[in-house]
């Protein structure tokens, strides 16, 4: 497809549990950014990667939370042993110069942790 | 520290009337974008403008148009004869770290535009 790609769109997990998010971004777009959006905290940042390197991963709340970036294309977030504030939608962008162009965004994907 | 206010949380307006949405940023970069997006109902973010600090220029775009100064650091959004369509949460977010850095958002204006 020609936009942010990002699965699954909604996920449904116990506490305690793994979940891994999945964002595929725009075919030669070398940045990718995670962010988290809940009722309470707004649009966060999470981690931003410039090819397969993350030079800000400042965003992550936990050391639950990792990414990882391979062939410059597809990202998974990963969070380990879920917990209930983990619940929000996660969006991924890409860019294809970083900040100083624009940002495309997926749809999301929702996870809820019961 | 850098930081992006969007002061008005909620708007309420009638088809066709124009509509204002504030945004005041704080950075410490001498060189920073500025970007307004769009998040209608169905949830995707879409993005309306980026603007560079070397650029003060007004911009419009249709019935859209934004008024950035840097003296008082605000960038705001303005939408002439509002439509129904219109109705969406708006962010104004704010580079931290130049090209190379990521987005701060502000927290957000509803805008409910009645027929």
Known sequence: ?114 | AQKVTQAQTEISVVEKEDVTLDCVYETRDTTYYLFWYKQPPSGELVFLIRRNSFDEQNEISGRYSWNFQKSTSSFNFTITASQVVDSAVYFCALSNGGSQGNLIFGKGTKLSVKP
Do not use: M
């Open chain 1, 1 to 114: 497809g020609a936009g942010v790609s990002q699965s699954p769109s909604n996920k449904v997990t116990e506490k305690g549990k793994d979940v891994e998010l999945r964002c595929d971004p725009i075919s030669g777009h070398t940045a990718l950014y995670w962010y988290r959006q809940s009722l309470g905290q707004g649009l966060e940042f999470l981690i931003y990667f410039q090819g397969n390197s993350a030079p800000d991963k400042s965003g992550l709340p936990s050391d639950r939370f990792s990414a990882e970036r391979t062939g410059g294309s597809v990202s998974t977030l990963t969070i380990q042993r879920t917990q209930q504030e983990d619940s929000a939608v996660y969006l991924c962008a890409s860019s294809l110069r970083g900040l100083a162009g624009e940002l495309f965004f997926g749809e999301g994907s929702r996870l809820t942790v019961l």
